[in-house]
């Protein structure tokens, strides 16, 4: 059996951001396939120090990553540089700051 890689983007139905209040935001990755989120969990791809090495912050600023098999999605929940609508916020809404997940690689087992 090999092993070949997709980005995130080709296997995970949602991938967003969103606020999670005016200091936090969160990143939703949702899988449609319960195969391919269990998957991904065994691989534990996702963690705080991952997030952080790709956001280019502190780990400590990672507040948590959450495998959470009911809805088939990885949360993760990051503190806001600035809190939201203050001056120097450039998305209110935390809604553009998913995008470093898109190309993150993603095992695929053939």
Request: aromatic share 8%; charged share 20%; glycine share 4%.
């Amino acid at each position: 059996m090999s092993t070949v890689t997709q980005p995130l983007s080709e296997v995970a139905d949602v991938i967003r951001s969103k606020n999670a209040g005016p200091f936090e935001i969160t990143l939703d990755i949702i899988f449609n396939n319960y195969r391919m989120f269990e998957s991904v969990k065994a691989a534990d791809l996702f963690t705080r120090t991952m997030i952080a090495d790709l956001y280019g912050i502190p780990e400590d600023d990672v507040l948590n990553v959450v495998y959470y098999a009911p809805a088939r999605a990885i949360k993760a929940t990051l503190r806001r540089r600035v809190p939201s609508g203050s001056v120097g916020d450039r998305d209110v809404y935390g809604a553009q700051q998913h995008a470093p997940l898109l190309t993150i690689p993603i095992p695929i087992l053939e």
